[in-house]
């Protein structure tokens, strides 16, 4: 091997090789701190274009999951402002049956009629107040609420109203019904009949679109974190793995280090061969 003061071969290869143990050194720091292996299209333009992708769909089904949500919550307040209507239709029931009795005197038949027009009042409230973020699928005022169910929002889920209004389609009792004879108590008690059935056919109608909603929440989330799981597969670093390879890369750089130092001192034995003797 020449030896010589202006090429150093031993030096530059193991400036080389420091240099190459630095780059890894950093890239394994880089892994600890991120989490990930593949960070920037860089590092792997593939896999990160295949995780970018992903990471857009799962940002949309975040979307979908919320509308589903709010889907859910509008669905659960209107089954019970449903539910709650369902049983003032049974109470009303007792009261009328009762105003058909013939041997009621004038003040009990009064009496019987107050509470009727006070259950009447009480349904009105609950299918104005039935609503959530400002949807209400009973007071038969608004048209049907579609909520996205796809991440390219091209398909809907649908939660129809249903009309509880008194004097509606359903409850056809109106709101100034009364029970104050025996012929008006036979007549509301036919319409409160049709009432009781329908509301019931419309609760059932409801409950089924409800439990479509919360079924596709539940897929919904479940594919999400599928989708996550799939993305953290890709991209996700080992710790552990690049734990054990960062001691050894510092090990390396330390042993570099003297490689290269010692390497830097070579030249120095050319002083030895121009002393006198």
Sequence with gaps: MTISVHTNKSALTALQNLNKTNTELAETQNRINTGLKIGDAKQNAAIWAIAQGQRADIGALGAVRMSLERANSIAQVSMTAGETVSDLLVELKAKVVAAMDTSLDTSSRTA?????????RQITQVVTNGEFDGANLLNGLGGNIQFLANAEATTRLTLSTRSLALGGSNITIPAAAAITTVTMATTVLARLETSISNVNQALGNMGSQAKQVEAHLAFVSKLTDT???????????????????LQALQVQQQLGAQALSIANAAPQIILQLFRGG
């Design 112 to 120: 019987l009629n107050s509470d009727f027009q006070a259950i009447l």
């Design 227 to 245: 989708l996550e799981a799939g993305v953290g597969n890709l991209v996700d670093a080992d710790l552990a793995k690049e734990s054990a390879r």
